[in-house]
């Protein structure tokens, strides 16, 4: 499990093929470095990904097809900026929400804020599957590119943000453009909820239980 606070930023060094997907090699800072041992789970632009070899400059991890089609890392160019988080241990704060590292759609940033006082701040756009439309609400929880945000908004494709400064600029969100790919993972508990009431409507015995429980 994550938190969706970025504390590290990488960059994407190589990207290789391999039978049944693809390797990364990513390069980190030290702190890094050393909670990406082998074995160990670190969020990639949301994405969770598991250490398969780390040195001194960088760590490396192996992605399989469906992480290539369901996430952005099979399409970022060669030195894009990464958030990197690596992943909870008992004791640590939850600063930010819940996230669990599996992407749930690719959105893009359709709009952001004008430059002011020299920082991108206020209310950014983002389009979203539709089908993740249900899991989302205002002032529910949802991580862009692996980062902890609150929805001000939503419809039935689109949802928006709001940034502050501090937020731009210690992320690479600073870097974002209109049209630009991002990883997108709604609030669990919004993914649960929507499927209980998938459920329900289609199951008689668990809309009895949603009503007053198991009578026999």
């Not at 390069?27 to 949301?46: E, F, H, I, Q, Y």
């Not at 993972?185 to 499927?195: K, S, T």
Request: charged share 20%; hydrophobic share 40%; net charge neutral.
């Amino acid at each position: 499990m994550f938190t969706g606070l970025i504390r590290y930023l990488g960059t994407l060094e190589s990207r290789s093929s391999r039978p049944g997907g693809a390797r990364l090699r990513i390069a980190a800072p030290a702190d890094l470095l050393a909670r990406a041992k082998a074995g160990a789970s670190v969020a990639v632009n949301g994405t969770c990904l598991t250490s398969v070899s780390v040195d001194r400059g960088a760590w490396e991890a192996d992605l399989s097809e469906e992480t290539l089609e369901k996430t952005t890392l099979g399409r970022l160019p060669l030195g894009a900026p990464l958030h990197l988080e690596p992943a909870l241990c008992v004791g640590d704060p939850l600063d930010g929400h819940l996230v669990s590292g599996h992407v749930d759609g690719i959105g893009q940033l359709v709009s952001r804020p004008h430059v002011q006082g020299g920082v991108d701040e206020g209310i950014w756009r983002f389009s979203m599957p539709a089908v993740l439309a249900p899991m989302t609400a205002p002032k529910g929880s949802v991580a862009v590119d692996g980062i902890s945000l609150t929805v001000v908004d939503c419809g039935t494709d689109w949802f928006t943000v709001a940034l502050i400064p501090e937020t731009v600029t210690r992320t690479a969100m600073k870097g974002l453009r209109p049209g630009d790919p991002v990883n997108l993972e709604v609030d669990p508990i919004g993914r649960f909820v929507a499927r209980a009431l998938t459920l329900r409507a289609s199951d008689e015995k668990l809309a009895r239980f949603a009503q007053g429980g198991w009578n026999g």
